[in-house]
């Protein structure tokens, strides 16, 4: 059995999480938890699986861990190739898929994270918060909501009609924004449409 370490509160854990709920792959995989504001992941048993120090962390059964969220999802996606695909098939759609992800990672969940640190201080026990950093990432991020209501005209998806891990990864930092007091708009009719509708995936409450 796999074994994945992870944060259940934290939004790229959670991205893993659902991935593999979508590839029908849970009961292959235990989940321990890692309490990072205790500072479980500074440990050096922990720094063994992962030296950067971050959750989420996928250890498989021969002992080899996997590290950052994509790396973990692309490892899932190539060795049960068997379950649903959501990293793409095409050459077009890995790429768009590819694309997306990395528009959430750089302009979507850098700037959430990057908020909820300096704002919340929530690890003010290991750096030094910059309150002017910190709106200036949030006012950043809540701009990404409205570049996804944009994004979302006339598409079931991000990605056209398939739910991908693009899917994924935007709704995981859309509910993560909530730590900085930042959901949709009312006026956000594209992205609220697709928001009930990728609520209703029973792998979104995974």
Known sequence: MMKLYETRVAPNPRRVR??????????????????LQ??????????????????PVLELEDGTCISETMA???????????TPRLLGESAKDIALIEQ??????????????????????????RMTPNQAWGEACKS??????AFLDQQ??????????????ADISAVCVLDFNKVIQQKIQDDQSNLLAWYERVNQRPSITA
């Open 140 to 145: 950043d991020a809540e701009k990404f909501f």
């Open 100 to 125: 997306w992800n990395r528009w959430i990672d750089f302009f979507y969940m850098m700037p959430t994270g990057m908020a909820f640190q300096h704002l919340t201080g929530y690890f003010k026990d």
């Open 72 to 82: 973990i999802c692309r490892y899932l996606e190539a060795a049960y190739p068997e």
């Open 18 to 35: 659902v991935f593999i709920a979508e590839k029908g792959l849970t009961e292959q995989v235990e989940y321990i938890e890692v309490n």
């Open 38 to 55: 205790a500072g479980e992941n500074l440990t050096p048993e922990f720094r063994q699986r992962n030296p950067m120090k971050k959750v």
């Open 152 to 165: 979302l005209e006339g598409r079931r998806f991000l990605c056209g009609e398939q739910f991908t891990a």
